[in-house]
């Protein structure tokens, strides 16, 4: 497996939300990235099989549908 680089620009906000989920995961921002990636890549995948993605609150009885664009 050839490894790359790639610059990313981010804001201010969004450097602090990706540093406040590598600490709370225990995960540096390579590692983070990588696992955000496949995780996209994975509900693109079932949103494209015509599966939805549906967040369930079991004890609040609630669910909620999330639109992915």
Same mark, same amino acid.
């Given at each position: 497996?050839?490894?790359?680089?790639? =610059?990313?620009?981010? =804001?201010?906000?969004?450097?602090?939300?990706?540093?406040?989920?590598?600490?709370?995961?225990?995960?540096?921002?390579?590692?983070?990235?990588?696992?955000?990636?496949?995780?996209?890549?994975?509900?693109?995948?079932?949103?494209?099989?015509?599966?939805?993605?549906?967040?369930?609150?079991?004890?609040?009885?609630?669910?909620?549908?999330?639109?992915?664009?």
């Amino acid at each position: 497996m050839n490894k790359r680089t790639m =610059t990313l620009n981010l =804001t201010d906000r969004e450097m602090q939300a990706l540093d406040e989920l590598c600490a709370k995961k225990g995960l540096n921002k390579t590692a983070l990235m990588r696992q955000a990636l496949r995780l996209y890549q994975a509900v693109d995948t079932r949103l494209e099989q015509g599966d939805k993605l549906v967040f369930e609150n079991e004890d609040k009885k609630e669910k909620s549908q999330m639109v992915v664009l």
